[in-house]
């Protein structure tokens, strides 16, 4: 069985690990006033987060519709897979696995199977790219699936936001305690673990990345870990500095984060996707 796995665009994986692997990749779109972009096609991340605090209107964020998942597995039969796996962010972010999923029934060249990733960023890449790897090894799509579920209930994402002013431009905040928390300095911690988003919220930049520091070491032994950031390389190199102990020797990957993403948390965010080991 040729089995081949497709996600969208918030996994936030390097260009060349998704070419490695084949892996085909839906865009979201962002849309900024009357102009709507395809993620990671129409819009780089650059270009994005240099925009962003100065756009007349912000920025709202869709999922790609049913047809376009619909082409996207009917070229993958055509060009000879028997099977597709599609990883894609957290249901309760987004509505991208609804959709994938009435596309999946609407397929009749393949089997395609959709899978809530419970996660965003890289906590859903890496389990793509986990996918991927088995399934270029030949591994059946039941034992694949078995091998993410694990890894699943080890992957955490969490990141520390420099303000809360896009989480209430957004909509996702009300004005009132936006504003309260800009008086006081608060800056808040998103956290995603099993499908289930949560916040907290600290006083000041540095109690964050303490903050931060503790959530990693809290996980315990790191099977992956990468930092990921929103225009933010400066806190990015402050964070790993800070947590050096912690992270493996080498180079360690760093990603913007995608601008889907970015839209409701705003540039200045930093933090980490990790799986933790498995437990013995």
Known sequence: MSLRIVTDSTCDLPAETLARYGIRVVPLYINVGRNGYRDGIDLTREAFYRGLPTFPVHPTTAAPSAHTFREVYESLAA???????????????????????????????????????????LGTGFLVETAAQLAAIGRPLNDILAVLADQIRRTHVFAALDTLEFLRRSGRLNGFLAGIGALLQLKPLLTMFAGTPSTERVRTRRRATRRLIDLLRAVGPLERVALVHTAAPERVAELRAESRTLLPTGDLLAVDITPVIGAHIGPGAVGFAVVGSPKP
């Open 79 to 121: 060009e000879g897979a028997t099977a597709v796996l599609s990883i894609h962010i957290a249901a309760a972010l987004s509505g991208v696995v609804d959709v994938a999923r009435s596309a999946a029934r609407e397929v009749t060249a393949l089997p395609v199977t959709v899978l809530d990733s419970q996660q965003l960023s």
